[in-house]
């Protein structure tokens, strides 16, 4: 029996001991899930067919391992099971055709290959970082923070796919807690253009998230841009008075008053100053 045949045959019990891990003399595999569904392979974009698409994003979300049972009822929910085992068996044919090495198999599970990186998980480390306000963030971090994307959400372009919702909110969330967190700490270490810029992509991905407006306009404030924070904050209760009827929460107040309080007092002057002045 050749290998195409073993692998079509794999949920019948046929599987080669080799399958059950790939096979690690292969190139890397990187798999994009944020903004786009993306494959390369070494040095090479592969493009892989829908359906193979749909399972290796699963694998990559569920950390790598799926049950055949569970893969085959996510992907194909309105289908029997007898026809759900049957589509997955298609979907694995064809991706040992085209990229043998990518899921190993067994009777029962799917795995990814261990070489595999995704994108997704580096920001979940990232967010484990960021997230932590006990974990210092050196400059190298920082650096490293500011090149991983987040811009994008969970696979933007597949809206018919329920199984992707659940971790499609988790991950825009997951994503805006990052920008607001990494705002904060390139403020905290003086990096105030970095910081303006992650506060604005904060913004860009919720205008209404109040906690995004309020962390960029503490960057603005923090460089000393006093101007470019009232700006943004009347711009945003007009929007918030005009659009949804409501006012911006007290805390947000707060930050710009609490600052011009501030000014008001380091532009006073001292008491006894002036009587010290007319003494001399």
């Known amino acids: ?78 289908a029997t099971a007898r026809r759900a085992a049957a589509n997955l068996r298609s979907v694995l044919y064809r991706l ?7 899921v190993g198999s067994s009777t029962a599970d799917l795995h990814l290959n261990r070489d595999s990186t995704v994108d997704t998980q580096r920001l979940n480390d ?20 500011l090149s991983t994307n987040l811009d994008d959400d969970l696979l933007p372009d597949w809206p018919d796919e329920e199984w992707l919702q659940e971790e499609r909110e988790r991950y825009r969330q997951l994503r805006l807690h990052c920008l607001e967190a990494l705002c904060e700490r ?29 962390t960029l306009v503490a960057a603005y404030l923090a460089e000393g841009n006093i101007a470019d924070a009232r700006r943004h904050y009347d711009g945003y209760r007009r929007r918030l008075r005009d659009e949804l009827g409501v006012e911006p929460g007290a805390r947000f107040g707060q930050v710009v008053q609490l600052h011009d309080v501030r000014r008001l007092e380091e532009a006073r002057p001292r008491r006894g100053t002036g009587r010290r002045r007319a003494r001399d």
């Open 186 to 214: 390139l403020v905290a270490a003086r990096w105030y253009g970095a910081a303006v810029d992650t506060g604005l992509a904060a913004v860009r991905a919720d205008p209404f998230r109040e906690s995004a407006r309020i």
């Open 126 to 145: 990232l967010a484990r970082l960021l997230l932590d306000r006990s974990r210092p963030c050196g400059d190298a971090q920082l650096s490293t923070a």
């Open 96 to 102: 040992q055709r085209t990229n043998p090495h990518l």
């Open 1 to 78: 029996m050749n290998d195409h045949v073993a692998w079509g045959n794999a949920e019948l019990g046929a599987v080669p001991p080799a399958a059950l891990d790939p096979p690690r003399q292969c190139c890397r595999f990187n798999i994009r899930l944020l903004g786009r569904f993306e494959l390369t392979v070494g040095e090479y974009q592969a493009t892989p067919g829908a359906g193979v698409q749909r399972l290796v994003a699963l694998l990559a979300l569920a950390g790598g391992a799926v049950s055949r049972r569970r893969a085959a009822h996510t992907l194909w929910p309105d």
